[in-house]
């Protein structure tokens, strides 16, 4: 049945492909949906090769390609229009360059929340947490050419003086747990004020829903920022901060190592929240705190304290709470696909706005991959998380030209196949495993570079020969 509906969008996507080109397998880059969003934010284009449409389409070709660079992303188009009979285009990248600046970055947010929350919608129940969302919460930093206006916009950091190093900004994302999708992102200069993981995720917690279940890591439990996310009807499930001490003799004991305890609100306003907003906040909160111990050889901690909101002790036992937090790890392996896999973790734009843009077209990318993984699973009834994310961006690379070349007749075998492939790319099943932070393969022997390279090369000319 799901085969039929995957092959049935496929066939709908490809009936555009005689004039546009587009990337199969979702409807997030369909004509219809990008013209409603660019007529709300009242943005209009002339007719010409780089329209809205094509240009989204290279920019996603070019994230999900293994080269990045703007060459090889027009060389695709080239191929293309060559292909269809229509006259070519230009070699040269200046036009589409200029054609992703005209790309509104609103576009690309509203495109990439949309297909996250539709992908989220989607989800079966079995891939809930007692039939409610669980949402993931993680922060990372990416880095980016070194010019002045990244510079300027995005800083480095401390240790990094002078012209020497590379910018570097700060993001928070939004992750659903069910299917991986991203489903939000904030993102900031690495130093200065209110630049920090804390204050970018107070700015996307408008963005939770009532019924919501956040899971983050320590640093995100803290008094003021609990109570303002339960006042949104989300719960919350996140590891002990460790300025926080507990003692499991004092309040409600609900079992051993558990217990609800109240915790009171601080005696200093914060200087992120306003005088009515800290007057707001109540005296005192009931919160449940679980002590999990951890028995497996080779593991860092030996034991941890989950803090949750989820305080009914018999529908949510400690052990359902302890194997729900350890999943939080899963934030860690989606960073890794969208900044090692899809290589987003050396961004190549040198302005802050491409910056920013190149981010979104990244996840906007990463949720159509996302997009194939829940259809194969849907359909082999597997989960998400069973499929090899780094396979599934193989084999769409692989499958790429052939799915927009190949004529209605062949779409189907194609589709079939595709999906079966991605039944047999499983992530093994190691929940135990670990592994030393070490690397194996030694760094070439190059000093750091500690001036600008004009510079370096200046002292090149006057090194002294032998």
């Keep these: 049945m799901l085969q039929g509906r995957f092959f049935r969008r496929v066939v709908e996507l490809k009936t555009q492909f005689d004039s546009k080109p587009q990337l199969p397998f979702s409807e997030v880059l369909s004509e219809e949906r990008m013209d409603s969003v660019l007529h709300e ?17 290279i920019f996603l070709s070019q994230v999900l390609s293994t080269d990045h660079s703007c060459r090889n992303a027009v060389a695709r188009l080239l191929a293309f229009r060559t292909a269809r009979g ?31 929350q539709e992908l989220q919608k989607q989800a ?7 039939g409610r969302p669980v949402k993931l919460l993680d922060g990372s930093t990416v880095s980016m050419p070194d010019t002045p206006e990244n510079e300027a916009a995005f800083g480095k950091p401390a240790n990094q003086r002078g012209r020497c190093g590379f910018p570097i900004a700060r993001i928070v994302v939004l992750l659903c747990l069910a299917t991986g999708a991203a489903l939000e992102l904030m993102m900031g200069p690495c130093r200065g004020k209110k630049t920090g993981e804390l204050s970018l995720f107070r700015n996307l917690q408008d963005r939770l829903e009532a019924g919501d279940i956040l899971l983050g890591d320590r640093l995100f439990c803290t008094y003021c920022d609990i109570v303002r996310v339960v006042a949104r009807g989300v719960d919350v499930v996140l590891r002990l901060h460790a300025h926080r001490h ?14 609800l305890v109240a915790w009171h609100k601080p005696f200093q306003q914060p200087d992120w929240l306003s005088a009515e907003e800290f007057a707001a906040l109540p005296a005192e909160w009931v919160l449940r705190e679980v002590r999990v111990q951890v028995a497996i050889p080779g593991f860092r901690l030996r034991w941890l304290v989950v803090v949750t909101t989820l305080t009914n002790h018999e529908q949510f036992p400690p052990e359902e709470i302890a194997r729900l937090f350890r999943q939080r790890w899963h934030a860690e392996l989606d960073l890794r696909s969208i900044k090692s896999v899809m290589q987003m973790d ?71 196949t595709l999906l079966d ?45 032998g």
């Excluded at 934010?41 to 007719?47: A, E, G």
């Excluded at 507990?246 to 217990?259: C, E, K, Q, S, T």
């Excluded at 992530?427 to 750091?448: C, I, L, Q, S």
Aim: charged content about 30%; glycine content about 4%.
């Design 41 to 57: 934010l009242n943005v209009f284009y002339r007719d010409r090769i780089y329209s809205p449409c094509v240009t989204l389409w």
């Design 86 to 116: 229509q006259s070519p285009c230009s070699t040269d990248t200046g036009s589409y360059c200029e054609a992703r600046q005209r790309l509104p970055e609103e576009l690309l947010v509203r495109l990439t929340r949309q297909t996250g």
């Design 346 to 416: 050396v961004l190549r734009c040198k302005t802050p706005d491409m910056v920013r843009k190149e981010m979104w077209v990244h996840l906007l990318a990463y949720n159509l991959l996302r997009n194939i993984m829940c259809a194969a699973a849907e359909e082999h009834g597997l989960l998400v998380r069973e499929i090899s994310f780094k396979g599934t961006l193989q084999l769409f690379n692989a499958f790429y030209e052939l799915l927009i070349t190949s004529t209605p007749h062949n779409l189907q075998s194609l589709c079939t």
């Design 246 to 259: 507990v003692d499991f003799r004092r309040g409600h004991r609900l079992g051993h190592d558990d217990h």
């Design 124 to 130: 079966t129940a079995a891939w809930h947490f007692h």
């Design 421 to 465: 492939a991605l039944r047999d790319h499983r992530v093994g099943n190691r929940p135990d495993r670990y592994e030393p932070r070490k690397r194996k393969r030694a760094a070439k022997p190059y000093p750091a570079m500690k001036r600008p390279r004009s510079q370096e090369r200046k002292l090149c000319l006057h090194k002294p020969k």
